[in-house]
């Protein structure tokens, strides 16, 4: 059999000030990178809003240019040429040396690995600033550099070669963490694990907690590159313990205890109390109670039921409507909503928490997005953005209230009596956002997941429940099902199989009335959701007929 091929290749498009490429596989975008370009050098920028789009053309005809449209009446205004480059092609490099003892550096532009090109450099006043060639330079040698050089966090070293092809000696790499774009901290002393435990902890920083993190940091002798950059060195104790310092300070960090459970490799965590609720989701809207506030144009969408251990749970959400007639309408799409896009959505919001390690956290609206469609490539455009906030929004007037019945005595005299204590929990919060003049949609925003100062007392609060992370590679008509199952999986840890009652997954998958209309295709579509999931390894096993019992195996 012939070995199926890719045509793969990146196309730049760009002018004086920015450059974007374009991945294409097959002549599918598959992914793309946008950059200002300053001193010759590409900075990785957010793209601005595009108020047109490029037509690619067909791979083997770059050179042909691309047609670019109006995104509003779709109409060709123009047509651009592009520069094409072969996918293989590393393109240029920097690399800097610096020699402490004669307090000269120097700058290679790398080539495949491969130095072409070489400036010099000094430090006046703070700054790197090129410097003509060292007088009497006598050196004819060759810099080899290997593609992990340039990862940071990789423990690597430069080769230096004589013309004969000899190794005279290897330069070692002063390990350095990028803080936000425009801050490098190197660090002195500091091995390979050390310097990606602290990325980690740098990537759940807040923008204000990183301003406290340079600060604390900086010295008399930091230096401005000649990229640009503010250049701050260190030792890994003293980095160490600035971050134990400003992170101990936040209340919002997910706490150890929070991944006991978890496998951070391939699972996120939900804290269990939410969880545990949420699983009832399908339960609860199955005859679900509408009503207005009297005298108000806001509706409450209401459903209750117990959970195991008896305590009351009830589902509420809250929206605007002019009419009960409109009122009915929207109820019902809300109601399809919670069990499908919503629900995707509130998964992706609590992986991106995971992803940062806080429960309340700031990120561009886009980098939800594109966790909760992770196998999406192409840009959203501005529609969809409006419609994910608004699905967002939603979601903050969607709420748990959780009732537990207790004794109480006031004093010795008096009789002991029955209260309820009830708490309020939130799908999620919207803190605060950022948009553009004009703009429905946030470009920035900070979220709550969870209400730490609240449940401070509910010790299943900070727990995590574990859930897949391809499980938000689903449809969203399939991910509700498959976090029920994971939630179950979660209660019963030791268990390699679960049991369910046919009827119960016909409820939670959302079959009801296809089963009302004909039990067999319902079973039929049972299975292929079972299927889908399964393709995901969030299950292991599944059976081939749908019995008036389920067994899947999870271990």
């Given at each position: 059999m012939?070995?199926?091929?890719?045509?793969?290749?990146?196309?730049?498009?760009?002018?004086?000030?920015?450059?974007?490429?374009?991945?294409?596989?097959?002549?599918v975008?598959?992914?793309?990178?946008?950059?200002?370009?300053?001193?010759?050098l590409?900075?990785?920028?957010?793209?601005?809003?595009?108020?047109?789009?490029?037509?690619?053309?067909?791979?083997?005809?770059?050179?042909?240019?691309?047609?670019i449209?109006?995104?509003q009446?779709?109409?060709?205004i123009?047509?651009?040429?592009?520069?094409?480059?072969?996918?293989?092609?590393?393109?240029?490099?920097?690399?800097?040396?610096?020699?402490?003892?004669?307090?000269?550096?120097?700058?290679?532009?790398?080539?495949?690995?491969?130095s072409?090109?070489?400036?010099?450099?000094?430090?006046?006043?703070?700054?790197?600033?090129f410097?003509?060639?060292?007088?009497n330079?006598?050196?004819?040698?060759?810099?080899?550099?290997?593609?992990?050089i340039?990862?940071?966090?990789?423990k690597?070293?430069?080769?230096?070669?004589n013309?004969?092809?000899?190794?005279?000696?290897?330069?070692?790499?002063?390990?350095?963490?990028?803080?936000?774009?425009?801050?490098d901290?190197?660090?002195?002393?500091?091995?390979?694990?050390d310097?990606?435990?602290?990325?980690?902890?740098?990537?759940?920083?807040?923008?204000?907690?990183?301003?406290?993190l340079k600060?604390?940091?900086?010295?008399?002798?930091?230096?401005?590159?000649?990229?640009?950059?503010?250049?701050?060195?260190?030792?890994?104790s003293?980095?160490?313990?600035?971050?134990?310092?400003?992170?101990s300070?936040?209340?919002?960090?997910?706490?150890?205890?929070?991944?006991?459970?978890?496998?951070?490799?391939?699972?996120?965590?939900?804290?269990?109390?939410?969880?545990d609720?949420?699983?009832?989701?399908?339960?609860m809207?199955?005859?679900?109670?509408?009503?207005?506030?009297?005298?108000t144009?806001?509706?409450?969408?209401s459903?209750?039921?117990?959970n195991?251990?008896?305590?009351?749970?009830?589902l509420?959400?809250?929206?605007?409507?002019?009419?009960?007639?409109?009122?009915?309408?929207?109820?019902?799409?809300?109601?399809?909503?919670?069990?499908?896009?919503q629900h995707?959505?509130?998964?992706?919001?609590?992986?991106m928490a995971?992803e940062?390690?806080?429960?309340?956290?700031?990120?561009?609206?886009?980098?939800?997005?594109?966790?909760?469609?992770?196998?999406?490539?192409?840009?959203?455009?501005?529609?969809?953005?409006?419609?994910?906030?608004?699905?967002l929004?939603?979601?903050?007037?969607?709420?748990?209230?959780?009732?537990?019945?207790?004794?109480?005595?006031?004093?010795?005299?008096?009789?002991?009596?029955?209260?309820?204590?009830?708490?309020?929990i939130?799908?999620?919060?919207?803190?605060?956002?950022?948009r553009?003049?004009?703009?429905?949609?946030?470009?920035?925003?900070?979220?709550?997941?969870?209400?730490?100062?609240?449940l401070q007392?509910?010790?299943?609060?900070?727990?995590?429940?574990?859930?897949?992370k391809?499980?938000?590679?689903?449809?969203?008509?399939?991910?509700?099902?498959?976090?029920?199952?994971?939630?179950r999986?979660?209660?019963?840890?030791?268990?390699?199989?679960?049991?369910?009652?046919?009827?119960?997954?016909?409820?939670?998958?959302?079959?009801?009335?296809?089963?009302?209309?004909?039990?067999t295709?319902?079973?039929?579509?049972?299975?292929?959701?079972?299927?889908?999931?399964?393709?995901?390894?969030?299950?292991?096993?599944?059976?081939?007929?749908?019995?008036?019992?389920?067994?899947?195996?999870?271990?």
């Open positions: 012939a070995k199926e091929t890719t045509a793969s290749s990146i196309i730049t498009v760009e002018n004086d000030k920015n450059r974007k490429y374009f991945y294409i596989e097959d002549g975008v598959i992914n793309t990178k946008f950059f200002k370009i300053e001193n010759g590409e900075i990785p920028v957010q793209e601005p809003e595009a108020k047109i789009s490029l037509e690619i053309p067909p791979v083997g005809r770059e050179e042909e240019g691309g047609n449209r109006s995104i009446t779709g109409e060709i123009g047509t651009l040429g592009i520069g094409h480059q072969p996918k293989n092609d590393q393109g240029e490099r920097y690399f800097k040396v610096y020699n402490e003892t004669k307090g000269i550096g120097e700058r290679h532009k790398i080539i495949n690995n491969v072409v090109e070489t400036r010099f450099y000094k430090k006046e006043n703070e700054q790197e600033v410097c003509p060639r060292p007088e330079d006598k050196r004819s040698h060759t810099l080899l550099f290997n593609e992990e340039f990862k940071e966090g990789k690597c070293e430069a080769e230096i070669y013309p004969e092809g000899q190794l005279l000696k290897t330069l070692p790499w002063q390990p350095f963490i990028n803080v936000d774009g425009q801050t901290i190197h660090l002195n002393d500091a091995g390979t694990s310097i990606n435990k602290i990325v980690q902890k740098i990537l759940r920083m807040s923008e204000e907690e990183k301003g406290r600060t604390s940091i900086e010295k008399r002798d930091d230096i401005l590159t000649l990229e640009g950059k503010r250049s701050i060195t260190t030792t890994h003293e980095l160490e313990k600035a971050l134990a310092t400003i992170l300070s936040s209340k919002d960090l997910l706490a150890e205890p929070f991944y006991k459970s978890i496998n951070p490799e391939d699972e996120f965590g939900i804290s269990r109390i939410i969880a609720q949420f699983r009832l989701l399908p339960e809207l199955k005859e679900p109670l509408l009503k207005q506030q009297e005298n144009t806001t509706y409450i969408i459903a209750k039921t117990n195991s251990k008896n305590s009351g749970i009830r509420e959400h809250s929206f605007q409507a002019s009419s009960p007639e409109e009122a009915k309408k929207l109820a019902r799409l809300i109601i399809k909503r919670l069990q499908g896009v995707k959505i509130w998964l992706a919001v609590w992986k995971n940062q390690g806080k429960f309340t956290y700031t990120c561009p609206l886009t980098e939800i997005m594109n966790t909760c469609y992770p196998e999406r490539n192409a840009y959203f455009q501005t529609g969809e953005k409006v419609e994910f906030y608004e699905n929004k939603s979601l903050e007037n969607t709420k748990i209230v959780i009732t537990r019945k207790r004794k109480e005595k006031h004093s010795a005299k008096k009789k002991e009596k029955t209260v309820e204590d009830f708490i309020e939130r799908a999620l919060e919207i803190i605060k956002g950022t553009d003049i004009g703009n429905k949609y946030p470009n920035s925003i900070t979220i709550s997941v969870l209400n730490t100062s609240l007392k509910e010790k299943m609060a900070f727990v995590g429940a574990g859930y897949k391809k499980t938000l590679e689903l449809q969203a008509k399939d991910s509700l099902l498959a976090q029920i199952i994971q939630t999986k979660n209660q019963r840890q030791n268990a390699k199989e679960l049991t369910f009652e046919r009827g119960y997954l016909i409820r939670q998958a959302g079959l009801v009335k296809t089963d009302r209309a004909n039990k295709v319902a079973n039929k579509r049972l299975i292929e959701k079972l299927k889908r999931i399964e393709a995901k390894d969030i299950i292991l096993e599944i059976p081939q007929r749908i019995r008036s019992t389920v067994k899947l195996k999870i271990r």
